[in-house]
DNA sequence: TTGAATGAAAA
DNA sequence: TTTTCATTCAA
């Protein structure tokens, strides 16, 4: 750590109009319920509850055609490997490609996509990109409560011999400006 | 098996 | 601090 906090670089946004926040409507369909193993007693409140996870308005989800969920890579690594929890990003990625709004029609490339949804992350406006970083957290509950003795264990010598990783190709600076535009027209035409 | 992004957590 | 790995699927 240190002193390099200046990690936001422009965002002034003078006029942002701020999006008009629509009201949480989560009634009390979502009522707060203690886990069945957790005492009254040893609960403690957390500072800010951010109980309800409202749905993003940018980039949701598409409604239809997302019931079957493939087990991703389910060769290799044993049964019995535990994926590690989603952060934010992944999870937004996940849904950004499953709802098609760019992906598969125009690029088939997922390492450009990456970096077209990289760009758009980016992008993003603050309260945004704190919704799935809200689904993170959730997501990591479920995670912690589904395996409770989970940890995170990265093995040291993974890569190889420490080999040059051998680049397939890097995007163009002629397309990596398409892929700036992509994303902020993205971001642009999304706002309501 | 790799690439490409971001972020959480381990070493 | 650096490295691993979570998602995703065409090469």
Redesign the pocket.
């Given at each position: 750590?240190?002193a390099d906090e200046a990690r936001d670089p422009g965002n002034p946004s003078p006029m942002t109009p701020i999006l008009t926040w629509a009201v949480p409507v989560e009634p009390a369909s979502q009522s707060i319920a203690f886990a069945p193993n957790m005492t009254p007693g040893t609960f403690i409140d957390p500072p800010l509850a951010i109980e309800a996870v409202f749905e993003p308005i940018l980039f949701p989800s598409s409604p239809s055609e997302s019931s079957v969920r493939?087990p991703?890579?389910s060769k290799?690594r044993g049964e019995d490997h535990i994926?590690?929890p989603?952060?934010?990003?992944?999870l937004f990625?996940?849904s950004f490609?499953?709802s098609q709004h760019v992906s598969?029609d125009v690029e088939?490339?997922?390492?450009t996509l990456?970096?077209i949804i990289?760009l758009t992350?980016?992008n993003m406006p603050h309260d945004e990109r704190q919704i799935w970083?809200a689904k993170?957290k959730k997501a990591?509950e479920e995670h912690r409560k589904k395996w409770p003795q989970y940890?995170?264990?990265?093995?040291?010598?993974?890569?190889?011999g420490a080999a040059e990783?051998?680049?397939?190709?890097?995007?163009e600076p002629k397309d990596m400006k398409r892929c700036a535009k992509i994303a902020e027209l993205l971001v642009e035409g999304s706002r309501p």
């Open positions: 750590m240190g493939r991703a890579h290799k994926p590690r989603p952060n934010a990003f992944i990625r996940s490609i499953k598969t088939t490339n997922h390492s990456s970096k990289g992350w980016q970083h993170a990591l940890a995170f264990r990265p093995s040291h010598g993974k890569t190889k990783k051998r680049k397939v190709r890097e995007v």
